[in-house]
């Protein structure tokens, strides 16, 4: 048991080191677009985006996750669900059309009508390379998804960039997302080296539908809820305090797409192949939860203490109302990845159900607290936000938790110690850079510096379990080399 939760922890910290070049580069071309294009740009196309994320949740319906957790799906499976998906996609791209006028005239824009239709092409393009992408999820090949997206991003981002110095605005982005998938459907056609056979088994698309249905309705209802706040600063407010809170949200998720949703990608179908035995799951959990804490909270208490100064460096001081919100969102986002794992953990167990449960329960006091707070202003909204992403995390740890026996108590206790180990260190690394009076980036270099000698002294004199693991992963990569 301990060498196969060694082997996926292995295989969870190469996967996030393989695609860290990739995020790391979305991210430069986000910054170097936020800093070409105003806030609104990025407002308006934060109006339409979350009617795409339903869309493609629609055209989904749960299917790759389906496909995931079969034990050796066949070509059928993999055929019926792909022509599914297309013929999916085309029925939601036409409903799309259809509403785009009646979604301008909801956020009183215009132009949205043109943009939504354009936008919406995207889930056709997604819906041609789920079934090959899903394929390199269940072999584990996260280095072939890593090159996809690494070039697609870089090509879809000069072409962006260029489009923005060239004043074309909120269409700059719209393409740096079209081209982003359009070259990633011809990598992963050609990295696959899967294409559909003309089969089409209304059986096989019964059996997933009876998983995938669940966590499509499931993922409706988080993508209309990660929006929520979107929708409803769009509708009452600004498009350019839209814009703001767009970066901060951005900003606040780039440490969870990095860390969080990589581990994430690889915890699914490892949990599938050991869901038979819940004291291993439950194992292979504590490790995750304790290395990714270890791991991604000095990146979140970095963000949470430096907002500033990031800021203004990366982005120009146009841009400085989002560092409050920033500063919030981080605040909410400290537990994050811990979801993803719990929610893993009840997919790999079938119970699809249960996940439409929590997230139908815990909207439904987003919804009571959001008609509680929407008067009080922008900056109230954003707290409630805050508070919301917590509770959502505790109630996904508490559910699987009761499931492998781990519950809400042990998980908390197993990550309390790292989570307060970083927080002091980056607490007393702040006051000590502050009193220094430097520049912004003298003073994040200040700060990075003395935290991580701080940070590793400590571990190691400590001997901290997840320090150790790194640790001696990387020794003995170094020695094999």
């Known amino acids: 048991m301990y060498s196969l939760t060694n082997k996926a922890l292995k295989g969870v910290f190469w996967t996030s080191l393989e695609q860290f070049s990739g995020k790391i580069i979305g991210f430069i071309i986000q910054i170097i677009l936020a800093r070409i294009l105003m806030p609104e740009d990025f407002g308006l196309l934060a109006m339409v985006i979350v009617f795409i994320g339903i869309g493609t949740s629609i055209m989904e319906s749960g299917f790759g996750q389906s496909l995931i957790r079969t034990k050796n799906p066949s070509e059928s499976d993999y055929s019926s669900v792909f022509y599914l998906n297309v013929f999916m996609a085309i029925i939601v791209y036409a409903i799309l ?24 092409l995207l889930i056709i393009i997604k819906s041609l390379y789920l079934v090959q992408k899903t394929i390199l999820t269940i072999n584990l090949d996260f280095k072939k998804q890593m090159v996809v997206n690494l070039i697609s991003t870089i090509i879809s981002g000069i072409v962006a960039t260029i489009l923005a110095i060239k004043g074309f605005q ?14 990633s459907a011809l990598l992963f056609w050609h990295y696959s080296k899967w294409f559909p056979k003309r089969i089409f088994d209304t059986q096989r698309i019964r059996y997933h539908y009876n998983f995938g249905y669940k ?29 703001f809170y767009n970066r901060a949200s951005t900003f606040q998720k780039f440490p969870t797409m990095l860390l969080g949703r990589s581990v994430n990608r690889v915890t699914y179908p490892v949990f599938s192949k050991i869901s038979e035995n819940h004291d291993q799951m439950k194992q292979a959990l504590r490790k995750i939860n304790k290395l990714v804490i270890y791991v991604y909270t000095p990146f979140m208490f970095l963000f949470i203490f430096n907002a500033n100064q990031i800021i203004v460096l990366l982005l120009t001081e146009k841009w400085l109302p989002v560092v409050p919100i920033f500063q919030l969102l981080c605040i909410g986002g400290l537990l994050q990845p811990i979801q993803y794992y719990n929610t893993n953990i009840i997919k790999a167990l079938g119970d ?8 139908f329960f815990s909207r439904l006091f987003i919804i009571f607290g959001i008609v509680l707070i929407i008067n009080y202003g922008f900056y ?16 996904f740890m508490r559910s699987s938790g009761l499931k492998i026996e781990y519950n809400l108590f042990e998980q908390i206790k197993d990550i309390i110690v790292n989570f307060s180990i970083s927080f002091s260190i980056s607490f007393l690394c702040f006051y000590v850079t502050k009193s220094l009076d430097l520049s912004n980036i003298w003073s994040i270099m200040f700060y990075s510096i ?12 400590f001997k901290l ?13 170094l020695i094999k080399q």
């Open 97 to 120: 059309y259809v509403l785009a006028p009646y979604v301008s005239d909801f956020y009183n824009e215009e132009a949205l009508i043109f943009i939504l239709r354009v936008l919406a």
């Open 170 to 183: 909120i269409w700059s982005l719209v393409f740096f997302q079209l081209i982003t998938n359009i070259l």
């Open 215 to 243: 966590l499509m309705l499931s993922t409706i209802i988080n993508s209309v809820f990660n929006y929520i706040f979107d929708i409803l600063i769009g509708k009452y407010y600004s498009s350019s305090q839209l814009g």
């Open 352 to 359: 699809s159900a249960l996940i439409l449960k929590i997230n």
């Open 380 to 395: 109230y909204l954003i707290i409630f936000q805050v508070i919301s992403m917590l509770f959502v995390t505790l109630c």
């Open 450 to 461: 003395s935290f991580i000698s701080f940070y590793l002294i400590f571990s190691q004199v």
């Open 465 to 477: 379990e997840s320090y150790l693991f790194i640790k001696n992963l990387i020794t003995n990569k």
